[in-house]
């Protein structure tokens, strides 16, 4: 979503100004081109060159600065970018902002532009929580400023409190959520992620290679376009998303009884999660010993989701995924049809770049009506926007 886009970076001069070079370099690797503006004041915390170095651009600092330009900066800065980021946003510039002071370069090119703006705000507590810091913040967010809220923690004061720089990957998903289409606006998404574990005894489980990236692409990018999106989430290494209700599970039936607590307040489900068909009949309790040559496991069947959501599913958009070794088309359209599923995301795990672990799957997309679209290989962020424009699609035509 980045790529290509052109980013006005405003630094100010606060402590976590030393740690916009590597904001710089997120972006950067993201594809977006990044212009810096830098208050006098930020120069005391951050140099000119090190930005210059990481954003590979001008460092712009001075309204009167005499260049070989032709062209006024503020106004070009402005009519440049696509976005402009103020991080950190302290106090002071907050407040002039919010007065319509245009009184440096940063503030002016503030002034002048057209596209979002998104203020990080970073400062004391006691700043922070000033009733003139909290006016000047409620305001420029009422007048359609994005606003992040400070994060919480100890400051370079010495206190502990609101009022640090929000973590940069906030900061990062932030400018992508802005620059998203909000197709998704309130539909209420439920997505179920990662693997399960089925215990044997307290040291020893059953469960599948599935990480989690499907699922929580789904999870991030719904939530991007709007979609207020609880993730029931099998155990992974993955950072729980931002914006996004987490509800973790550890077994099959533990994800069944999440899944229906939460079925009622969900318009969509869609179920990424490798699910273990089967657990142990029996847990025992104290760790089982090494004693024969063999030992047998009874399995017993776990709850088939997906097949119970699709029997009541009424107006509900239901998408689930096929993973398969064989025949993956056939058995795709055959556990769409038996479980009632409105989209089936199938992945065949043989195609190398496909299924668990990888950052790309490939995937065939397959509806009620027949139609099927093979899509080539992308990243699972890709192919998450892809199963979501079907299923806005889907919801759109459900309200004609
Ligand atoms: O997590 P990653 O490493 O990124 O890997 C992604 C993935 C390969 C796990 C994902 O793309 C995927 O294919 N998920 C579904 C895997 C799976 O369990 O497929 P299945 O064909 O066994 O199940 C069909 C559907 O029924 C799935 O939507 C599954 O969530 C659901 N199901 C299965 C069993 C069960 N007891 N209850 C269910 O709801």
């Known amino acids: 979503m980045l790529r290509d886009s052109n980013i006005v970076l405003g630094i100010t001069g606060g402590i976590a100004a030393y740690k916009i070079p590597e904001l710089v370099r997120m972006m950067t690797k993201e594809g977006a081109k990044v212009k810096v503006v830098m208050t006098d004041n930020a120069r005391q915390f951050v140099t000119p060159v090190t930005l210059q170095t990481v954003s590979e651009n001008p460092v712009y600092i001075d309204t009167f600065q005499m260049t070989s330009r032709s062209e006024i900066d503020h106004i070009a800065l402005a009519v440049w970018a696509d976005i402009m980021v103020i991080a950190p946003a302290t106090a002071n510039v907050i407040g002039k902002i919010a007065s319509g002071i245009a009184d440096d370069l940063l503030t002016t090119v503030v002034t002048a532009v057209k596209s979002p703006v998104l203020l990080c705000p970073a400062m004391n507590t006691n700043m ?13 967010a009422s007048l359609g400023y994005h606003v992040m ?10 206190t502990e409190g609101p009022g640090r720089l929000p973590p940069l990957e906030d900061i990062l998903e932030e400018v992508e959520t802005i620059f998203t ?11 179920t992620a990662g693997p399960t574990q089925e215990a044997l005894d307290p040291v020893r489980f059953i469960t599948n290679h599935s990480s ?4 929580y692409a789904i999870a991030v990018m719904a939530r991007r376009r709007g979609g207020d999106v609880t993730l029931v989430s099998g155990p992974t290494s993955m950072v729980p998303p931002q914006g996004v209700r987490v509800v973790p599970i550890e077994s099959a039936l533990q994800m069944h009884q999440a899944v229906m607590e939460n079925l009622d307040k ?19 309790p104290s760790k089982i010993k090494k004693e024969k040559d063999a030992l047998c496991v009874d399995l017993k069947k776990n709850p088939d989701i997906i097949a119970e959501i699709g029997k009541g599913k009424g107006n509900k958009i239901v998408v689930g995924f096929a993973m398969e070794t064989d025949d993956l088309i056939e058995n795709a359209k055959k556990k769409m049809t038996e479980k009632c599923m409105d989209l089936i995301v199938a992945n065949d795990l043989s195609e190398p770049g496909s299924g668990f672990k990888h950052d790309t799957n490939i995937v065939t997309l397959i509806d009620r009506s027949g139609a099927m679209e093979r899509l080539p290989m992308m990243g699972k962020g890709d192919v998450a926007d892809a199963i979501l424009d079907r299923v806005s699609a889907l919801l759109q035509k459900m309200t004609v």
Do not use: H, W
Not at 149 to 158: D, I, T
Not at 266 to 284: G, L, Q
């Open 128 to 140: 922070y929580t000033n009733p003139v810091v909290e006016s000047n913040l409620q305001k420029l």
């Open 266 to 284: 969900a318009d969509v489900v869609v179920k990424a999660a490798a699910v273990s068909d089967y657990r142990p009949a029996r847990f025992s």
């Open 181 to 191: 289409k909000k197709d998704l606006q309130g539909v209420r998404i439920l997505v």
């Open 212 to 215: 989690g990236k499907m699922g």
């Open 149 to 158: 809220k400070a994060a919480s923690g100890s400051l370079a004061c010495k």
